[in-house]
Structure formats: C-alpha cells, structure tokens
C-alpha cells in the first residue's frame, strides 16, 4: 500500500520535539510497499462485464453503509437496485479519487478519473434517504474491479497500479507532487486531526523513492524524508498550505496551496444546485460554497440538536441525519458553555426558543414565501386580578432580570440558570407551586406536559403575585406583524439586505462593535428575485482572513440576492450535503444548537 500523510500546523506556535504543535501548515508522508521495477505485483485478475452483471443479478436489492476498497474499510452508504451499483456521491470522491464536475442533469453526474480534461466519465445518479449515489458499474467494467456485496458491506478489488516516479513541480503560489502510476488505481484521501493521508492500492519502485529523496525542497513543499517502517518506508515533508488531489491519465496530483477550491456547479437534485467558487470583493477572493433552492421543489424546516430538548449542540452533519435531511446549514447563536440557544427558532408555530434583542430572523411558510426581518416577540403574563408583567424570553439562555417562560418544548426538566431565581410552575393557567432555585436538586424541575415554568429573576413584586392557586393567563405578540403567519422562523444576525439595500447595523440589533468588525468564516441565508433560497457558506481568504459582515453582504449581492441575513459563523459555519460537510473538514467545524434543514420532496 502507498500512503501519503499530513499534519495540519499552526505558523506562530511553539515546536515541541521539533515539530509545530498546531495550525494550518501540513506534514506529508508517503508509506510506501517497496518492489523492484521489473517485479510483478499480485493483482486480481481481470473482470469481465459478465462476473460483475452476474453479483448484481445475485443481489438485485442491496444496501448497506459500510465501504472496503481494496482492504481499507470505511462507511459510506450504497445501494444496489435496477441492475445500478450506487455509491453515494462523497465515496466516489473521498474513497476512489474522482472529481464531481459541473452538471445540469440531476440524474447524470460527469466525473474525472484517470482522463484528461474533456475525457470525463458519466454516471447515472439518483437521491434516495438524503443521499446522492452514482452508479459506479461503468467505473467497474472499465477497470477491471471485482465488486462484491456482502450484508452491509460493498466490498470492491482494484488491480493494484505501480508507482514509477515520484516528483514535483513549482507552482504559482505552491507546489505540485505528482505520482505517476502504471495504471488507475481507487485513491483516498482523509483528513484526521493531525493527518492527511492518502491511501492507494499500489507497490513502489526502488528507484522512483530515490529519486524523490534526493528531489529538492519546494517552496512550498519541503524535501522528503524516509523512514522504514515494517517492511515499507515512510515519505515525510513539510508543506505550508492544505492539499487538493485530482487524477490526471495514469498519475495522481497533490497540489500544495492556498487557493484549492475547484469551482463547479452540479445540479444535485431537483430543485438543489451546488455552487461553489471564488468571488471577490474589492479585488479580494473568498471561497464560496452555496446551495441554490428551488421552494417549489424541496422545503425547509427548523431542526436542532435533539427533537426533544432545545439544549445540546452537536455537529451539523449527526444534527442533519438525526433529522434524516438531505441538506443543512448552521444557523442561529447559542451559549458554547451550558449549550444554550441564543436566539429565535421557531418549528410549526411552536417556540423552540425565543427572539433576542431585536435581532434579525428569517420566516418561511410552506408555499415557498420567505421574509426576513429584525423580531421582537412581546409576551405578557396577567393574573387573575389584572395584574400585569412583561416575560423577556421563551426557552432561552439569554438571562436578565424579569421573567423567562419554559415550556415542554424545552425539555423535560429545568435547572436554574440562575442562582438567586424564584421558579413558579403553572399547569392549566393555574399556579401550581413557587420554588427557590436553592432548594432544587442537581436534576432540576420537571416542566409540566400541560403548561410551563416561570424563572423570575430579580422580581419580587411578581413573586408575590403568584402563589399557588392564582390564574394566569399568557398573551404574545410579534412584531412586526408580518412576520406572524411564518410557521417557521430562526434568527441570527445581524440583517444585511432588504430589497437589494444594505441594512447592516450590528449596533441596532446590539451586537459589539468587535463581532461587527471581525473578519472570519461565516453563514447566511438569502433569496433571490425569483423566489430561489441561497444557502451561503464563506471561508478565509487565500490571502487572509474571512470576510466582515460588510464584505459578506457585498458576496451575497453578488451572488443575486435581494434580502439577506448572517447566521452563526466563524467555526459553527458549516454546509451540509448528502452525507458529509462540502465547505471544511468536519474536525474544523465546531458543534452547533440549531440549523435550517432542507426536506426533498
């Protein structure tokens, strides 16, 4: 086996034992089977079309989430069905080495693999469970691979290649090392937190690895080391910026720098178009990955990280599939430390959590309407006598002082966020019991099925005028009206454009002039004139840092949206697709409360 490793480091940071301790610079190694030029490689015989036509018609039906290439095991979903062997989309990339190439057809995806340019494969595509497979037969006859299902295991065997030359060329900005092959063979390329490694079916010749010992140092790529390691040897060099591999006729190519982001736009399924490429705002390029929607074909739903508590984060992706959504992005603020939301999110008219501090919120319906605006939800709790008092928040983590309301959509149980809180539990609109959150135990309050907890905070005048037996009675109201008949709604903030206009004011929705004014890794939601929903992921920079909310909304008018609104960033901006994150390394993305998940119809 040949294996090529990295190790993501930080530029700036202290080395221990001689090596950098974190950050974005990377080591590479290449483990590699030695064997002379002229030795012959145990390899799979050939397979013919009628040994891979006979395992389909064995298993007509088949599926399962459990992926071995050549030995190496990993999970990616498959299914066989009508005569097709479909693996989903990010296995055909990340396991066997291909790249998606832009495409108008959702049910055809051209691929490159081992072919120049203009030499692409097409493979038939389907979405079936939140998924895009792409059938790889054609692949499989082409190549000679020996395909085999098994339970929930899709096992395929490549004929192993031989690697004949390692070397490497200077690039404008970075470095390119190419490793020429005696023939296509399944590559993948993980990402862990302290390597990239590429892993490929392959035997090396002696003289290729000496050569690429005694290349010299890139710029970019530092010069190869070796070191024995059982009966292989291990290829290390460092590299300071990531890494990009593609298949070029009988060579894999790793790219070494800072602008990798290949611009495509694939038509992923009705009504979902993946778009990414670089845009630039006064003369600076952001990376930019979006999905273009069609609301007349997929819908949209508020989902966080579990249905039956508004507390907890989690990654997008296990939010996402826990959901069973085809597609999500990250969406509203939320308390890194008790796991708290910050922020609007409302599902079908029920209140997951409530809106803060005027902030800006999206609102769709089902008909395909969205609207968005700065919200304030008023909410007022009258007693029996007439007496009246403001509620702050609904199922939240932003605390002052005043009154915030729990419902069963909270959870099933309420710990004080507060020591000094006054709890009152109401059950059909009548006073139950008044508790001081001193008395509680570690496992909290249970929230009544039938009504709702108060925490009062810094009020005794409406402490007193709760006691056990008094009726209450709960009146809210949103403004701006416009936004009441949205079933759904999920802030941010702050807004960047109405009508085409730019809007920002961070200070108005009272964020601080440090978060205005920071450049970083951001989210946004938009809509387009003709009713279309971008959902916007943008990264730093080539040159530098991520864009600042002004530069973000500068990006979403380019990218033709009329109205639009910024969602969490930094390392919660994240872009879910079909099984995996299409925007950063899931070990980069932090774990998020909440997102707008995306239903196929």
Known sequence: ????????????????????????????????AIAPLAATAAVPGPVHEATLAEAVSANPTAQGQVLIVNGTQTAVPWIITNGQIG???YGVTDHLGATLLSSNQPDRQPVQWFTEPGGAVELAAWVDGGYRYLDIAPLAQRHGWQVQ??????????PLAQVTAVRREALSGGDRLILDLSGPVPATLSDSADALTLTLGATAADRALREAIASPAGAYLGSLTVTPVGGALRFQASASQPPRLFTRTNQIVIDIRADTLQPHSIAWAPGVRWQQRYVSVAGQPFPVYWLQLDPAQVSLRPIWTDPTTAIGTAPLATIAQRWQAAAAINAGFFNRN?????GAVRANNDWVSGPILSRGVVGWNDQGQVRMERLVLNQTLTTASGQRFPVQVINSGYVQAGIGLYTPTWGPTYRPVLDGETIVTVADGVVVSQQAASTLGAAGLSIPSNGYLLALR?????????????RVSLASELLPATLDPFPNLIGGGPLLLRDRTL????????????????????????????????LVAVHNSPAGPGPTLS??????????????????????????????????SPRTAARVNNGIGLFLQ
Do not use: C, H
Request: net charge neutral; no cysteine.
């Open 1 to 32: 086996m040949v294996k090529l490793s990295g190790f993501a480091l930080l530029p700036n940071l202290p080395r221990r034992g001689g090596r950098w301790v974190l950050g974005g610079w990377v080591s590479l190694s290449l483990l590699g």
């Open 87 to 89: 693996l989903a989309d």
């Open 149 to 158: 299902p098994q339970g929930n295991v899709l096992q395929i065997t490549a």
């Open 338 to 342: 008790n796991q708290y939301p910050l």
């Open 458 to 470: 810094s009020y005794a005048t409406a402490a007193q005028a709760l006691p056990p037996g008094q």
């Open 503 to 534: 809007v920002l004011d961070a200070g108005l929705e009272q964020f601080s002039r440090a978060f205005a004014t920071q450049a970083a890794p951001r989210s946004a939601i938009g809509t387009t004139p003709d009713g279309e929903i971008l």
């Open 551 to 584: 530069q973000l909304a500068q990006i979403m008018l380019q990218l033709g949206t009329t109205d639009a609104l910024n969602l969490d960033g930094g390392s919660s901006a994240s872009l879910y697709l079909g099984g995996r994150l299409i925007n950063r």
